[in-house]
């Protein structure tokens, strides 16, 4: 497949880009911040009125089928603007987990309800402070109705905020071993779930939920039984391709903002812009967004195509982006000089959105060493 | 479709038949590589075979029109024929600065009896060119130089010298960048001019490099003569058909950022030189290197792809070759500091069998000078600033 979008997805693109100018920007979140509040959920229903919420459910369960590559234009353009919302968590994250695990039953009650807005989901994997879905070690002790809960989860994206969580743990084996994870869905009102919200460095929040005693049903298995470990891979690749195309949005949106104020800003009489020193760096950050915009585009589309090598692909890509997004985040404060450091100016804030989204789900130290493992090396 | 799959059958069963097995295996010193010309030297009888094998149904040039001896490839075909040969991991039958930059620029260009002239013997590997640009005082600012050529009548006087032109001592031919009018504005006087390095006047003298081999010369241009039909273009519009072939000389530098047909992946070559502990290399520094390394390669390559794929649908920004040649050369001049280091004190052997006569060392300082030819890496930088960032 050419390396290039379908003008379907060109459309998407620019609409997904007028749409996060007009309804989003930055000054949206600096509001969100000052009220003390996740994000809007005027704005979110107007996404799923936009049918992003659709995107990744097939069409059978109600959704619009239009893939990965399509919606993450819709992620790097909220990227660009730093926009939270449950589109990560809901239409990426719990759409897929969902649709790769769920029996029949599963997926046309949910898909369809997270496609229209009805339900919000969160995704809880982690147990410490490095991504390392295979050390799950939380319990699910088998009961005469079904299952006990006992552990707790950290850093999960959404979880204060979501209706239903869904829950990685263990059935079988120990911290190490892919058999034996099953996947729970637990109302998160349940009782023995307790949800700590904590408030994290971008002017979000994201939980660190508790679970004591807490009873499920039979039924609370999402798919079978110990098998979950796959499905919870799928997913989590599909998640790193999209918080690389957020990664994107980030470092090419402080590009450009960067760019700007390099023929903007004058010093020594003449614009900034014209000093060699700061023209090379920016010609070399520039070329670095250029791989960047690649390797994201052939992740989502091998995500598209079903191919073998998506996960190889899917960790260079969130890699290179961990990388380029560091670059970018502090070539933007250090060009602006002493405004970059300042709450007032826009720029500053992208790098504390950029570092939480490199720790999600595996830095460059993770994916670099799961691609050499894949690689064989 | 289907007749691209009968091409590919076609093109498979010919190269099956057509590529001797010698020529199916990686390239390890330099005198592997096949340049032809008129005093070609050839390693063994299936390296001429290859070449002249291809070079007769035009596939040195795959591209470029038959009549002119090319192959009359359409993009896709060439694309088929391109992953046939790696798929076989062939040799490169030709490298040519002929087909790789003054062809091109015929192309687009020559007169057409200059075309009928000198493009059938490019294909064929007959003769081999040289680039006679740079000057002592003239590198980065090319559009400085000062070579002349004086108008005699019935052909041109040219005085001058040329320095670091590639394989000068071997070429048969030079395409050179000489002043044609010296009262014009810098650019605006420049002709590109063709003639034989037989012709009495022109002395290249080769120049001894880091890398212990002397591919490059500095050349004397003392009252040579250049017939007047052997400008390429309008007189004065040198400079135009000159940036014009640089960027086709970039993408083609750039290009040794990606891996070779048939070159092992670094990790490969970490895993043969380290060996495995646990599945891991052993030293966790290098084991980060390499992996550095091949997340790059990958992003480049991918993004060498996509400029491609971009530039057929017209998107996409002029001026990338830069950005090309800026990072394809950088990498591959990490890709052999790593190399160094896979090795170890063992890497240092200059001379003798075991290290191939230096061949690794060698091809690492090589190296350091794919960010200097075709333009240093900070002139690509400047290119990118001012012309797609539009720093003034
Ligand atoms: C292996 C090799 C093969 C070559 N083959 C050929 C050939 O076949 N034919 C031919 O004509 N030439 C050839 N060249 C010459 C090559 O094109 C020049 O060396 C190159 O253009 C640089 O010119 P220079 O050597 O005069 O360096 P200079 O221009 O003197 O540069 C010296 C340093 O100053 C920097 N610099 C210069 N101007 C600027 C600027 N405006 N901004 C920032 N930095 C700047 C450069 O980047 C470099 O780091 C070859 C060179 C090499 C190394």
Redesign the interface.
């Known amino acids: 497949m ?3 979008l379908s003008d379907e997805q060109q459309m998407l693109k620019e609409s997904a880009q007028g749409f996060f100018t007009e309804f989003a920007p930055i000054s949206e979140m600096r509001k969100l911040r000052d009220l003390d509040e996740d994000y809007s959920t005027g704005l979110w229903q107007q996404m799923v009125a936009m049918g992003w919420a659709a995107i990744l459910v097939p069409e059978a369960y109600g959704g619009l089928g239009f893939g990965h590559v399509g919606m993450g234009q819709i992620v790097e353009q909220s990227g660009r603007k730093l926009t939270a919302s449950p589109l990560f968590s809901t239409a990426i994250l719990g759409a897929s987990m969902i649709q790769a695990a769920g029996t029949e039953g599963q997926k046309s009650s949910l898909l369809s309800a997270i496609a229209n807005g009805d339900l919000t989901t969160a995704l809880a994997v982690d147990e410490s402070a490095f991504h390392a879905p295979e050390q799950i070690a939380m319990k699910a002790e088998r009961t005469s109705q079904g299952y006990c809960l006992n552990g707790v989860k950290r850093h999960v994206v959404c979880g204060h905020v979501a209706e239903t969580l869904i829950v990685a743990a263990r059935t079988a084996g120990c911290a190490g071993d892919r058999q034996g994870i099953s996947l729970f869905l637990v109302d998160a009102g349940s009782a023995g779930v307790t949800v700590e919200r904590v408030p994290t460095v971008d002017s979000r929040s994201i939980a660190n939920i508790s679970f004591v005693d807490v009873e499920l049903a039979s039924d609370a298995v999402l798919g079978e039984p110990g098998l979950g470990y796959s499905a919870l891979a799928s997913t989590l690749d599909i998640g790193n391709a999209h918080l690389a195309a957020e990664l994107l949005g980030i470092a090419s949106e402080s590009f450009d903002c960067t ?1 700007q104020y ?2 903007e800003r004058k010093q020594f009489g003449v ?1 900034i ?2 000093f ?1 020193a ?3 760096r ?3 950050w ?2 670095e967004i ?6 994201v ?2 992740s989502l589309q091998a995500l598209d195509e079903g191919d073998p090598n998506a996960p190889a ?1 899917i960790s ?1 890509s969130k ?2 982006l961990c990388e380029i997004a560091e670059l970018s985040t502090n070539e933007a404060i250090q060009m602006h000089g002493g405004v970059g450091m300042t709450d007032e100016y826009d720029i500053g804030l992208y790098i504390k959105r950029a570092r939480p989204v490199q720790a999600l789900f595996g830095d460059f130290s993770y994916h ?2 799961r ?3 894949m ?3 | 479709m289907i007749d691209l799959q009968s091409f590919r059958d076609d093109t498979r069963q010919w190269l099956e038949e057509n590529c001797p097995t010698s020529m199916r295996t990686p390239v390890t010193d330099t005198k592997a590589v096949c340049w032809g010309g008129r005093n070609g030297t050839f390693q063994s009888v299936e390296q001429k075979q290859w070449m002249e094998r291809m070079g007769a149904r035009g596939w040195t040039a795959p591209m470029w029109p038959k009549e002119y001896g090319g192959g009359g490839l359409s993009k896709t075909e060439a694309k088929v024929l391109r992953e046939e040969l790696e798929r076989i991991n062939a040799r490169s039958p030709l490298d040519s600065f002929g087909v790789w930059m003054i062809g091109p620029a015929l192309l687009a260009f020559g007169s057409e009896e200059l075309k009928q002239q000198h493009l059938p013997p490019i294909v064929r590997g007959e003769i081999r060119w040289c680039q006679g640009y740079s000057e002592p005082n003239s590198g980065s600012d090319l559009a400085a130089l000062q070579s002349k050529a004086v108008d005699m009548g019935d052909h041109y006087k040219v005085n001058g010298q040329k320095v670091w032109t590639s394989y000068g001592d071997q070429a048969d031919w030079m395409f050179c960048l000489v002043r044609t009018d010296p009262d014009a504005k810098k650019q605006s006087g420049i002709s590109l001019v063709l003639f034989d390095m037989e012709t009495p006047g022109v002395t290249p003298k080769p120049i001894k490099l880091i890398s212990g081999s002397s591919p490059f010369c500095e050349t004397f241009l003392e009252d040579v003569r250049v017939e007047k039909n052997q400008v390429v273009g309008e007189v004065n519009q040198g400079w135009t058909i000159a940036k014009y072939l640089l960027t086709h000389e970039r993408e083609m530098i750039g290009g040794f950022g990606l891996a070779d047909a048939g070159a092992q ?1 670094l ?1 490969e070559v ?2 043969g030189a380290l060996g ?1 502990e646990e ?3 052993s030293n966790s520094f290098l ?2 290197d ?3 390394w ?3 390669a ?3 390559a ?2 060498a ?2 400029v491609t ?2 530039a ?2 017209g ?1 996409g920004v002029g001026a ?1 070759s830069a ?1 090309l040649k ?2 394809g050369t950088e990498l591959n001049k990490r890709r052999y500091e790593v190399m160094m280091k896979l090795q170890g004190t063992e890497a240092m052997g200059w001379e003798g069998t075991a290290s191939q006569d230096g061949w690794l060392p060698k091809t690492w300082l090589r190296t350091k000078g794919n960010s200097i030819e075709g333009g240093t890496s ?1 002139v ?3 290119i ?3 012309n ?5």
């Open positions: 050419a390396l290039v760019l390099l023929k614009l812009g014209s060699q700061l023209q090379h920016a010609a070399h520039w070329s250029e791989l960047c915009k690649s390797v585009l052939k692909l260079i890699a290179k670099g060493h691609f050499a493992n690689a064989g090396y | 992946n990790w970490a895993v495995l599945g891991r290399l084991r980060q390499v992996t550095r091949e997340i790059d990958a992003a480049f991918l993004t792809e996509r794929d971009q057929k649908v998107q990338t950005m800026y990072y900070e690509q930088l400047n990118i600033a001012k797609i960032l539009g720093l003034g």
